[in-house]
T-cell receptor, first 115, second 117 residues
Framework: EAQVTQNPRYLITVTGKKLTVTCSQN?????MSWYRQDPGLGLRQIYY???????DKGDVPEGYKVSRKEKRNFPLILESPSPNQTSLYFC??????????????FGPGTRLTVT | QQQVKQSPQSLIVQKGGISIINCAYE??????FPWYQQFPGKGPALLIA?????SEKKEGRFTISFNKSAKQFSLHIMDSQPGDSATYFC????????????????FGRGTQLTVWP
């Protein structure tokens, strides 16, 4: 089954404790992205990657890191989480190119709480 | 700066009624305008998309109307059903450089639709 998987689905952590949220897709997509969803603010892009070793900042990159060492994986790293990073996080992927960039496939989400 | 502005933030419609969600943009370089649907506890999923050279696209009960001169587009849900209750996001995609694969997808802030039975 074609899908985007994220782990963990739920995470409660404390301020300053490094964490990683994994994202993997099995559709051979070039483009992968991370979003955070907050009430009233919609989906805001954190980082995106056009292909292996190619990443760029989205609209809210502060406090996050990413890496793209393999085409299928795109982990999101919070080196020192803070309470304002409490949010619902989504990983997404798509084929790149003009026609297909808009058709993104989203994972099930990771609910992160930082106390 | 918000690239795509969406309204209303929430919408309540009676079963069988028409739901209308509106979006506006400024950047004329956007080349596709998709709508995503998100049910509680799930990730967003592509619902329907339109190119700017098309004024209307219909898929079942869902229709996108596109007004290029006004830089506005809207989603119409005909005969709205309780199962349509979800959050809807409009979006706009852009390719930075023709001939390359670099680009982004920008989302509106979402509309929470509730359809009462």
């Amino acid at each position: 089954e074609a899908q985007v998987t994220q782990n963990p689905r739920y995470l409660i952590t404390v301020t300053g404790k490094k964490l990683t949220v994994t994202c993997s897709q099995n559709m051979n997509h070039e483009y992968m992205s991370w979003y955070r969803q907050d009430p009233g603010l919609g989906l805001r892009q954190i980082y995106y990657s056009m292909n292996v070793e190619v990443t760029d900042k989205g609209d809210v990159p502060e406090g996050y890191k990413v890496s793209r060492k393999e085409k299928r994986n795109f982990p999101l790293i919070l080196e020192s989480p803070s309470p304002n990073q409490t949010s619902l996080y989504f990983c997404a992927s798509s084929l790149s190119g003009q026609r297909l960039l808009y058709e993104q496939y989203f994972g099930p989400g990771t609910r992160l709480t930082v106390t | 700066q918000q690239q795509v502005k969406q309204s209303p933030q929430s919408l309540i419609v009676q079963k069988g009624g028409i739901s209308i969600i509106n979006c506006a943009y400024e950047n004329t370089a956007f080349d596709y305008f998709p709508w995503y649907q998100q049910f509680p506890g799930k990730g967003p999923a592509l619902l329907i998309a339109i190119r700017p050279d098309v004024s209307e696209k219909k898929e079942g009960r869902f229709t996108i109307s596109f007004n290029k001169s006004a830089k506005q587009f809207s989603l119409h849900i005909m005969d709205s059903q309780p199962g349509d209750s979800a959050t809807y996001f409009c979006a706009a995609s852009i390719v930075f450089d023709r001939g390359s694969t670099l680009g982004r997808l920008y989302f509106g802030r979402g509309t929470q639709l509730t359809v009462w039975p």
